[in-house]
């Protein structure tokens, strides 16, 4: 429901300029990682599937 309004929310903005970094798989806007362009809940799902490449799982 939340990702299915995002856009027309979105067109209706007066400011142009205050744009929101979101999660592109689930919109979230917190915990965002800019470098991967994920929520940091979506991150670890993808890093743990192995389809974000360089990312493993550190262990000491």
Not at 2 to 24: D, G, H, L, Q, S
């Amino acid at each position: 429901m939340a990702k299915t309004c995002m856009p027309i929310r979105e067109e209706r903005r007066k400011y142009k300029v205050r744009v929101r970094n979101r999660c592109r798989v689930c919109g979230r806007s917190r915990g965002y990682m800019r470098r991967f362009d994920l929520c940091r809940i979506c991150f670890r799902h993808e890093a743990l599937r192995g389809t974000l490449p360089g990312v493993v799982k550190s262990s000491w």
